[in-house]
């Protein structure tokens, strides 16, 4: 059966495809190229991509990143559609399922929604209840940097407090809008807040995301 993970692999392949290696991302300073360079070496390279969390490992993810750029965009394009090599950690499909989905359906939105004419998304159910379900155990460490307190709220009334404070601003949106909220695309992001409006601006532009 196919997983999340899986199906967002392959739609992100599709969406890095169609827009060329040069189109605009939501990723600040990165076009498609480089987007694409990245989610393949988060699971081909764990030597390097630990520079997305380590420091001192930053350099090593840099050059590995630069090299990755440079090949053949078709390239980088069929080692993602390929996914992970055998002996990788990623190559478990529950691992892929809890590492990979949120992070390709959040990289498949940034190439969706940096284009002017991208339309809103329906989510099965059954996905939507999945990334509420990986946000809620993410939700603290995705909101540990915001100015104010928030509360994630789904259209049915469940909620998950991201971070503890006062003034409170409530979010309130479908899963996979919460998801890019708290993952920094708080600008594209089809949710509503409230809140004081001064706490509401702060929450807009804080550094959310893990």
């Not at 605009?24 to 991509?49: F, I, K, M, S, Y």
Request: with cysteine; proline share 7%; glycine share 8%.
């Amino acid at each position: 059966m196919s997983t999340h993970a899986k199906r967002e692999r392959l739609l992100l392949a599709d969406l890095l495809e169609s827009a060329g290696p040069e189109a605009p991302t939501l990723c600040d300073g990165w076009r498609t190229r480089e987007l694409a360079a990245h989610v393949v070496v988060r699971e081909r390279r764990p030597d390097a991509a630990g520079g997305l969390l380590l420091n001192v490992l930053k350099g090593r993810l840099d050059k590995a990143m630069e090299e990755y750029a440079a090949k053949p965009y078709e390239e980088l394009i069929q080692l993602l559609r390929t996914g992970p090599p055998k002996l990788s950690v990623y190559s478990l499909k529950q691992i892929d399922e809890v590492a990979n989905a949120v992070e390709f359906y959040v990289h498949a939105e940034d190439v969706r929604r940096a284009q002017p004419d991208w339309s809103p998304r329906t989510l099965d159910p059954v996905f939507s209840d999945s990334l509420w379900s990986r946000l809620e155990k993410l939700s603290r460490l995705a909101g540990r940097r915001s100015p104010v307190g928030l509360v994630l709220r789904r259209p049915n009334g469940q909620t998950a407090v991201a971070h503890k404070g006062a003034p409170v601003v409530t979010v309130t949106g479908e899963p996979g809008e919460l998801t890019l909220f708290c993952f920094g695309r708080q600008a594209s992001a089809a949710v509503e807040l409230d809140g004081p409006k001064e706490a509401v601006a702060k929450l807009t532009v804080a550094q959310l995301g893990i």
